[in-house]
């Protein structure tokens, strides 16, 4: 009788609760990665739960953990992580995976990824899982048609072939989109590729005491190009096209150029008409600039503290799971997003994911994320409230393309909303030290 009581007990999976913040189609490719782990074996069970947006996985984790009720993995985006690596709430990746037997090559992690999500002696906290980059898009059809077969590689040239567009009778040269969602592409890319503080302090990486300095770099001056580029009519922006998506601007054949994630890879291709031809390259930079590595954008794993040993052996397996080259195929062929490990990369260019369509140009992203090591300025920001801060120069940018401040003055204030985010974030963590 004790035997057979106590079988059942003995089978049960070990079940624990992994939150993420995409949604849509993503959210169905997530849902999917859970399905697959929880087919590949019998000893373990992840729920897995969208909560319906990055900022609200960050929020309704902290409320959760106060109340003893925290998943055992949560996704948090990339802006999210410092308020992570201070709450002190989390069992450290590096340490999780050795602790369970299992031996990661933290160094297999591409530079730009790794730098992210890693201590300032490069331990690993979190498992990097979905991963993008700014590229630039372009139409090579109508390239064609103004003698070119290249992308632009800086934006003197990008400021030619804009030019020569318009000439050739195109209404939208480029499109891009100045809002808050979106100023990661237009401030953090751009600054990272031409090895440019956002904020002193080497970005934060340094302390909590680092200030907003965009407003005394190139950054102003790529702002005044675009601002000088739209009121030209060389470049169009997503709010002054009638609701039209900068996207499927590009997609549709409206706009010939376009700054956007390359997680977008996947939709353009899908939505595209069959007949036009386009492809991707990196961020443009400019002429005499050397060009450095883009920054990661997307999201990773963070383990909870509070949990059993059971529930944390099955959160390694699970993330050992999403790690293997195998999954990193799987993901990116249903997603926009790109490998995270070379290990992976040289895994999907053996199978030939990167030789055709719709997949062809995605190493673009790759390259940009590789194209140095990273320096102190291109690991990444460490900046609290970057949510907030975003806004604020999204609140600028359109400011500015609305001739309602200059580009300065709409930088510097930017910059005083922002450093008083800084000064809160700071006192509401004071004595803390980043790790």
């Not at 990665?33 to 900022?55: I, L, M």
């Not at 369970?100 to 890693?118: F, P, Q, T």
């Not at 290990?343 to 062809?360: E, I, L, R, S």
């Not at 309602?404 to 008083?420: W, Y």
């Amino acid at each position: 009788m004790l035997a057979g009581a106590t079988a059942p007990a003995l089978a049960d999976k070990t079940k624990i609760d992994f939150w993420f913040g995409n949604q849509g189609d993503i959210a169905q490719r997530v849902q999917d990665v859970c399905k697959h782990f929880n087919e590949s074996q019998s000893d373990y069970e992840v729920v897995c739960t969208s909560q319906q947006g990055y900022a609200n996985a960050l929020q309704n984790t902290i409320a959760a953990f106060r109340a003893g009720k925290q998943p055992t993995v949560v996704q948090i985006f990339d802006i999210g992580t410092l308020d992570l690596m201070l709450s002190g709430a989390y069992y450290p990746v590096n340490k999780l995976m050795a602790d369970n037997g299992y031996k990661i090559d933290w160094n297999d992690y591409l530079g730009g990824v790794r730098s992210y999500y890693a201590t300032s002696k490069g331990d690993m906290l979190s498992m990097p899982f979905n991963s993008s980059t700014a590229l630039l898009y372009w139409n090579q059809d109508a390239f064609k048609k103004i003698g070119k077969d290249a992308a632009p590689k800086t934006w003197e040239e990008a400021a030619d072939d804009m030019k020569a567009l318009k000439a050739a009778g195109y209404d939208c040269p480029m499109g891009i989109d100045v809002s808050h969602d979106e100023v990661w592409q237009l401030m953090e890319q751009f600054s990272a590729t031409e090895n440019q503080p956002v904020a002193s302090l080497n970005n934060g990486y340094d302390g909590l005491g680092a200030e907003l300095v965009f407003n005394k770099t190139s950054f102003v001056k790529f702002v005044t190009d675009l601002k000088k580029w739209y009121d030209d009519g060389l470049v169009k922006l997503k709010s002054a096209q009638a609701g039209e998506d900068y996207v499927a601007a590009f997609a549709d054949g409206h706009c010939q150029m376009t700054l956007t994630s390359v997680g977008d890879h996947g939709q353009i291709s899908r939505t595209a008409s069959p007949d036009m031809h386009w492809s991707v390259a990196e961020y443009p930079i400019y002429a005499g600039a050397e060009r450095k590595n883009s920054l990661v954008g997307g999201a990773s794993l963070w383990v909870l503290q509070g949990k059993s040993p059971a529930e944390y052996k099955a959160a390694a397996a699970f993330l050992n799971f999403i790690a293997q080259p195998e999954q990193a195929l799987w993901w990116s062929s249903n997603t926009g997003y790109i490998p995270v490990t070379k290990t992976g990369y040289d895994f999907m260019v053996k199978n030939g994911f990167y030789d055709k369509a719709p997949y062809k140009g995605r190493e673009a992203a790759i390259q940009s994320l590789t194209a140095s090591d990273p320096t102190p300025i291109t690991r990444g920001l460490r900046l609290g409230g970057m949510p907030q801060i975003r806004q604020e120069v999204g609140n600028a940018l359109q400011a500015i393309f609305a001739n309602q401040t200059s580009v300065q003055q709409g930088l510097d204030d930017a910059v005083a909303r922002g450093n008083t985010v800084l000064r809160r974030f700071e006192l509401t963590y004071k004595g803390k030290q980043l790790p």
